[in-house]
């Protein structure tokens, strides 16, 4: 048995506190998550059985089960819709709890259960459903139903249209009867479920390096002071003094047991050196610190009634750390606000300008170009009834075929869609030909997309009014004419293919097929219509940053539709393979086209992007943006938003089309660097060309992109987005890495990268609920990184450096102590001094500091963006850092110990009647003074004095005077030592001992301070160089830094030296000075105060 010098409650309270925190926290959150679930497993459901509805809770919803569910309720399994309250069986749902979109979708049931909508009917429903295994996919889902009507079977393909998945909500719908597919955890929502890989902060990672650094001095000193225990005792009057004789028992014990029994009792002796108590008070400043950040008004969004919000506060100080930023584009560096701009028809191109249409060049009937297509053919008024005309043609040779083209045109914007409508009120609508009164509040258009809703817009504004479907019918209300569509198939988006289509029945009976897509996927397939002219076009509206989607048509044969249509049920209703077979279908059905014409639509830059990016490379951190967009549009737009600039040498590695051709490439791109190594560059890559780089030449792609300023890659996949961030995660300079975006696409990269950010944009949530931060607008990075992230690493940083710090001066003493009484295991400080060290005496100082210091003024933060290179690489939890406050505590350490050692070491009579300090008192001595150091010491690093800091600073060396003399004061009947009984009180009472503590503090403190005072004079850094600004040869201070008279150097004074050293200044000194370079934002505020602030007052 180990004869420990502290008792187990010593050692064991502050490890008891740390795990007893972490416990509750974990605790808590863990029945906060149970009470989540059993009210999503509890929820009552209504279930047909018997002939009957059924009330049961979900968790007892079994396969087969079918379920009754109403508006706005929502739905708990996965459900295949058997029928609705609407005849055709369609229903209207959101999925934004499950993908952050939020627009309407629709489902439709299969026509032979549609019918089906009473309780009885469904009862007498006799079906078989297959279907697939579960899988995590929420937009795949292949099956089919087997329905058995008067002893026939109908067999009906079963896709995502039908599938209702758990989690989603019921819109627009009275009430919808659906069968039970998958239930539990093999739900599409449950297998979703998937835990985000922890997430460490560079600062967690130096922590656990020190510690282990601390845990090797730890062993160290156990093992030096055991080796020294048994070479002291080798002398045989020190082995068994007369005093201390040993029992049979000792004598004959194993020497071996003894050496580790030993070893073991000095390692409780030093265990204090470890700093457990650092985690608790990490936790606390990661969470009281992450509320500053959606308190920040600063980071307020107005218009949205948006504020920051933080999800993990674990990574608060990595936010001072990133070197690169990935951001997408649409929606994030733009407002994700569709604008109808400009489209070209036919080979000719049209601007939109005040609601009308007007070509840019001559038309058949007008040759100036400035002439409102409109105005020109405002004759053919009563020329509705050319609409439905079979005779559909590429090249118009008069003015009745050119509005039959611009007709069919955007005739094909408003099919091919898949736009919901709330309500349709069309009586105002005009009969103009490209012109009409329809206001866009008469029909308010709801769409997955705002291109589409954009479009749809444009094509009512221009008279060709898309006002509703019903059932399978579309009607579109044709310069004045209601016109029905009949909608046959629809060939649903995909990020393969890059187009949509829809096949619908004419009025007129012909069947037509209309396709929208990028022009990379819909002019290869074109045999008609002016495809050179309008690929000009594209290009030229891509260079103005503008959005661009290519439209075509194809008009089926009566034989030729039987076939397709025959094509399609056969691969809808494929069990096996059936994304490849309809694929095949569609690449079957999607060609010969004719081409329609291009559409062209603005998306506006979000306010002040360019400054945040400029900001941002000025901090050295560099910017990638990741699009989908193509090239042409992503560089006009990185062009605007200063991403690229004008002078810069942009590099392009497009359209690669093997690993060799890629190779070679990038060869030629990393010699024109090394040529031009003067230049900045650019690198502009596609998604076809990174997954060659990516494959084979990782190493030749990152030296690539590492020597561009800024990269550019276009036409990127989610998954390609994230593949990036790790391929820049794992180089070897293990960079930290931030992406920035605002749709379900970017989740990928958010999840991947050291901090992800959502922007809580048009897109849905789904990418603000999985990210660590979310913000409403790009440009609020600037001051999240900048000021935010600045202030939190530097308060963390010193937190960790200044708690090992702290806990070195607490334990060296005890260790020099040893050399003092034969290594016999002697405490130096009372047990309850050694609990209550790191939970009262020194804490609280530290956790305020480490939440409202500002060593520099946050303004100057976001104005000097340059400061940022200063924290980066994590340059203050350095090694050298480490070891300067390590050697610190060390040197403290031993002023305190032989300090009071040679006040009382010779003559211990130091009182006026004679009485002797003892072991109990010169241990004391030792911790008051200690206390009081390391206390003010933190005092001397606080730059930004608030009453909660003179509160807690000097209220904790006041509270640990009056504790001690209650504490020494009364004999405590429960204690089974009473050692400390008047040995405060006598020690206050001697005048040498004030003398001591009072000499020993300002002996540590002002090697501190000196070492402060050089530094700052002759190896100031950048951010003491900007606590001052110099204006007309005078110096000047800002808020919470020192101060300096009109003329006055900085040596002039002893007093005003300490001033600048501990970084603080009388109000009545303060002027703030701003150089005319300095950019300043005028609606800034403070960090604090939250006031605003106008230039003209500084």
């Avoid at 699009?627 to 359209?655: P, Q, W, Y």
């Avoid at 989740?747 to 950010?757: K, P």
Wanted: proline letters at 3%; charged letters at 20%; hydrophobic letters at 40%.
């Amino acid at each position: 048995m180990i004869d420990t010098p502290t008792s187990p409650v010593t050692s064991g309270l502050p490890l008891f506190f740390v795990i007893t925190v972490t416990a509750i926290k974990q605790g808590y959150e863990d029945w906060l998550r149970h009470i989540s679930d059993n009210e999503v497993n509890g929820a009552p459901v209504y279930v047909v059985r018997s002939g009957g509805l059924v009330t049961t809770r979900s968790k007892n919803i079994r396969v087969g089960d079918i379920v009754r569910v109403a508006k706005n309720e929502i739905f708990p399994a996965d459900l295949v819709l058997l029928s609705s309250d609407r005849l055709d069986g369609s229903c209207h749902v959101t999925t934004a709890s499950l993908d952050g979109e939020t627009n309407l979708k629709t489902h439709v049931a299969v026509p032979e259960t549609a019918v089906l909508q009473t309780v009885a009917n469904l009862d007498t429903l006799i079906a078989v459903v297959e279907c697939q295994q579960p899988e995590a996919d929420l937009y795949r889902f292949m099956g089919r139903m087997t329905i058995t009507q008067q002893m026939e079977e109908i067999v009906r393909p079963l896709g995502p249209e039908s599938l209702l998945l758990r989690g989603a909500r019921l819109k627009n719908t009275k009430e919808i009867f659906g069968v039970a597919v998958y239930t539990g955890m093999e739900t599409k929502m449950a297998l979703n479920y998937k835990s985000k890989s922890q997430k460490r902060s560079a600062v967690e990672k130096s922590m656990n390096t020190f510690l282990i650094i601390y845990l090797i001095i730890l062993i160290s000193e156990a093992i030096i002071s055991t080796i020294l225990k048994y070479t002291w005792q080798a002398e045989e009057k020190w082995d068994e003094p007369w005093y201390n004789q040993k029992t049979e028992h000792q004598r004959n014990s194993s020497k071996i047991l003894k050496f580790i029994s030993d070893f073991l009792a000095f390692l409780v002796l030093y265990n204090f050196i470890i700093p457990i108590s650092l985690y608790v008070t990490v936790e606390l400043q990661k969470f009281l610190g992450s509320f500053f950040i959606g308190w920040d008004l600063d980071l307020y969004h107005e218009e949205s009634d948006e504020k920051a919000q933080v999800n993990t506060s674990d990574l608060n100080e990595e936010l001072g750390q990133v070197e690169y930023v990935f951001t997408d584009k649409t929606g994030t560096l733009t407002e994700n606000e569709m604008q109808f701009r400009e489209c070209s028809i036919n080979g000719t191109k049209y601007q939109e300008i005040n609601g009308r249409l007007v070509s840019e060049g001559p038309t058949p009937d007008s040759s100036d170009g400035n002439l409102s297509y409109l105005t020109s053919l405002a004759h053919l008024n009563n020329l509705s009834h050319l609409a439905t005309s079979s005779s559909f043609r590429t090249s118009p040779e008069n003015g009745t075929e050119l509005i039959k083209e611009h007709d069919l045109f955007f005739k094909a914007v408003s099919l091919c869609h898949t736009v919901q409508i709330s309500s349709v009120q069309t009586d105002s609508i005009g009969d103009g030909p490209w012109q009409s009164s329809f206001a866009p509040a008469q029909l308010e258009y709801y769409a997955s997309s705002p291109d589409e809703k954009a479009l749809v817009e444009a094509a009512a504004r221009f008279g060709i009014v898309f006002v509703g479907n019903s059932g399978e019918i579309m009607e579109v209300k044709t310069l004045g004419k209601l016109e029905r569509y009949k909608l046959l198939h629809i060939l649903e988006f995909d990020p393969d293919r890059r187009r949509m289509s829809v096949i619908v029945q004419a009025p007129s009976g012909e069947k037509l097929l209309f396709v929208k897509g990028a022009e990379s996927s819909i002019l290869p397939e074109c045999i008609g219509g002016e495809i050179e002219k309008t690929r000009i076009h594209v290009d030229e509206f891509a260079l103005k940053g503008l959005r661009t989607l290519c439209m075509a048509y194809r008009q089926f044969t009566s034989k030729e539709y039987e076939e397709i249509n025959r094509r399609l049920f056969e691969a809808r209703t494929a069990l096996q393979q059936r994304e490849e077979k309809l694929a095949g279908v569609f690449q079957f059905i999607e060609k010969d086209l004719i081409l329609l014409g291009a559409t062209a639509v603005e998306d506006k830059l979000q306010d002040k992007v360019r400054e945040t990016i400029e900001a941002l490379r000025m901090a050295g951190i560099k910017v990638w943006v990741l699009t989908g967009d193509k090239h042409e549009t992503a560089v006009s737009v990185s062009l605007s938003c200063g991403h690229f600039h004008r002078t810069m040498n942009i590099l392009e590695l497009l359209n690669q089309k093997s690993d060799s051709e890629c190779a070679e490439k990038l060869g030629q791109l990393a010699r024109r660097i090394r040529e031009d190594h003067v230049i900045q560059h650019g690198l502009v890559v596609d998604g076809t060309s990174l997954s060659l780089a990516l494959r084979e030449h990782e190493k030749l792609f990152m030296d690539v992109c590492r020597n561009c300023s800024a990269v550019m890659c276009c036409r990127m996949a989610p998954l390609q987005k994230a593949k990036v961030i790790r391929l820049i995660k794992i180089s070897p300079e293990k960079p930290i890495t931030l992406a920035i975006g605002d749709g379900a696409n970017d989740v990928s990269m958010i999840q991947e990268a050291h901090v992800g950010i959502g922007i809580m944009g048009k897109e849905g949530r789904q990418a603000a609920r999985n990210s660590d931060y979310a913000i409403a607008r790009f440009k609020f990075l600037s001051k999240l990184l900048f000021v935010h992230g600045h202030f939190y690493y530097i308060r963390i940083a010193t937190l960790v450096q200044y708690f090992f710090y702290k806990n070195v001066c607490f334990i060296t003493p005890q260790f020099l102590y040893q050399f003092y009484c034969l290594f016999s295991q002697q405490t130096l400080y009372d047990s309850v001094y050694l609990t209550l060290y790191n939970i009262c005496f020194t804490s609280l100082p530290i956790l305020i500091y480490s939440l409202l210091e500002q060593h520099i003024d946050p303004h100057v933060l976001q104005n000097k963006p340059t400061l940022y290179r200063d924290i980066s690489k994590n340059r203050q939890l350095s090694m050298k850092t480490f070891l300067y406050w390590t050697i610190l505590g060390f040197s403290h350490a031993f002023i305190f110990f032989f300090g009071s050692y040679f006040l009382i070491g010779k003559d211990t009579s130091l009182l006026g009647n004679g009485q002797m300090f003892g072991n109990w008192t010169f241990g004391t001595l030792v911790f008051t003074v200690m206390v009081i150091t390391v206390t003010a010491k933190m005092a001397l690093e606080t730059h930004f004095w608030t009453w909660i800091n003179h509160l807690v600073t000097w209220g904790s060396i006041l509270f640990y005077f009056v504790f001690s003399l209650f504490y020494g004061g009364i004999l405590w009947p429960f204690l089974s030592s009473q050692n400390m009984y008047f040995v405060f009180i006598q020690l206050l009472s001697s005048g040498s001992a004030w003398f001591a503590i009072i000499l020993m503090v300002v002996t540590c403190l002002f090697l501190d301070i000196v070492k402060k005072v050089f530094d700052r004079q002759f190896h100031p850094t950048n951010i003491e160089k900007a606590q001052l600004t110099e204006t007309n040869s005078s110096i000047k201070c800002l808020d919470s830094m020192c101060c300096f008279s009109e003329g006055e150097t900085a040596c002039a004074s002893v007093g005003r030296m300490l001033e600048r050293v501990i970084g603080r200044c009388s109000p009545s000194h303060v002027s703030r000075s701003w150089s005319a370079s300095d950019p300043f934002y005028t609606n800034d505020r403070s960090i604090l105060t939250l006031s605003t602030m106008d230039s003209s007052t500084c």
